[in-house]
T-cell receptor, first 112, second 111 residues
Framework: EDQVTQSPEALRLQEGESSSLNCSYT??????LFWYRQDPGKGPEFLFT???AGEEKEKERLKATLTKKESFLHITAPKPEDSATYLC?????????????FGAGTQVVVTP | DGGITQSPKYLFRKEGQNVTLSCEQN?????MYWYRQDPGQGLRLIYY???????QKGDIAEGYSVSREKKESFPLTVTSAQKNPTAFYLC??????????FGPGTRLTVL
């Protein structure tokens, strides 16, 4: 059975204190791995898609990396506006519908 | 501006009532999805549709129904058979197999 696990569940950071979030997955075949950001009471906002091991994507203070078993979302010198829940989702090969399997998310709080 | 709209933002349901959540998109996406989000859990797929007049059950379809009469619209009905409907409901759309984009969500509360 396909499974996606995110850790830690929650992360509290001081402004400027860099850290990483983990998304480990067990799937029959990976088609793509997606990172989303979700603010309280709002819909998820798309951040990145990664397709193959070794791939990296960057956007402002965020950098996503992918290995054969997990993905990391690195937050460099975070600011309070980076506070959100970060969701990871995988899409498996052989599924033309593109269904996503989500992890439970990591709630990040950045304090000034 | 292209995007996905969901209405209402908040919805209250009495015991035994059916309620319908609206989802509209103007992104010209063929595929549309409904997810349910509960605290501490990942998004779970309720129903999805790739083309008009066709849809498939997701992982937790019991107690829900959908229709896809127009490409732009994918309403979700929460029926009285859904015993624990209080949750945050999210609609998404995509080109088939590509990145899904989400609407702002509807929070449903059972009174």
């Amino acid at each position: 059975e396909d499974q996606v696990t995110q850790s830690p569940e929650a992360l509290r950071l001081q402004e400027g204190e860099s850290s990483s979030l983990n998304c480990s997955y067990t799937v029959s075949g990976l088609r793509g791995l997606f990172w989303y950001r979700q603010d309280p009471g709002k819909g998820p906002e798309f951040l990145f898609t990664l397709y193959s091991a070794g791939e990296e994507k960057e956007k402002e203070r965020l950098k996503a990396t992918l290995t054969k078993k997990e993905s990391f979302l690195h937050i460099t010198a975070p600011k309070p506006e980076d506070s959100a829940t970060y969701l990871c989702a995988v899409q498996v090969t052989g599924d033309s519908w593109g269904k996503l399997q989500f992890g439970a998310g990591t709630q990040v709080v950045v304090t000034p | 501006d292209g995007g996905i709209t969901q209405s209402p933002k908040y919805l209250f349901r009495k015991e035994g009532q059916n309620v319908t959540l609206s989802c509209e998109q103007n992104l010209n996406h063929d595929a549309m999805y409904w997810y349910r989000q509960d605290p501490g859990q990942g998004l779970r797929l309720i129903y999805y549709s790739q083309i008009v007049n066709d849809f498939q059950k997701g992982d937790i379809a019991e107690g829900y129904s959908v229709s896809r009469e127009k490409k732009e619209s994918f309403p979700l009905t929460v029926t009285s058979a859904q015993k624990n409907p209080t949750a945050f409901y999210l609609c998404a759309s995509s080109k088939p197999g590509q990145t899904q984009y989400f609407g702002p969500g509807t929070r449903l509360t059972v009174l």
